[in-house]
Nanobody, 114 residues
């Protein structure tokens, strides 16, 4: 199983970034996916999740600003991040599993400047 995140970078507050997660080694359409983020000294927190039946959940802190999506034909998961805030600065990880997230990517850094 391999998950590779991309799309992170430096953005100004109010700007947008789109993260992508390329997935291989699983039957993609049967898996759940999520984006988590982590800052130094803090626990990894769930940002958004999407099930195999397209049920979606968001952390309260990103509702209305972030959108998670999946493309079963391309084995890709996306996180569209709009209206970015400095507190969104973190390493973002893509997770995959069935009912629990067992597989993780290496992470991509997102830095939002004020």
């Amino acid at each position: 199983v391999q998950l590779v995140e991309s799309g992170g970078g430096l953005e100004e507050a109010g700007g947008s970034l789109r993260l992508s997660c390329t997935v291989s080694g699983v039957i993609f359409r049967t898996f759940w996916f999520a984006w988590y983020r982590q800052t130094p000294g803090k626990q990894r927190e769930m940002v958004a999740s999407i099930t195999d039946t397209f049920n979606i959940n968001y952390a309260d802190s990103v509702k209305g600003r972030f959108t998670i999506s999946r493309d079963n034909a391309k084995s890709m998961v996306y996180l569209q991040m709009n209206s970015l805030k400095p507190e969104d600065t973190a390493v973002y990880y893509c997770g995959a599993g069935q009912y629990a997230y067992r597989y993780w990517g290496q992470g991509t850094q997102v830095t939002v400047s004020s």
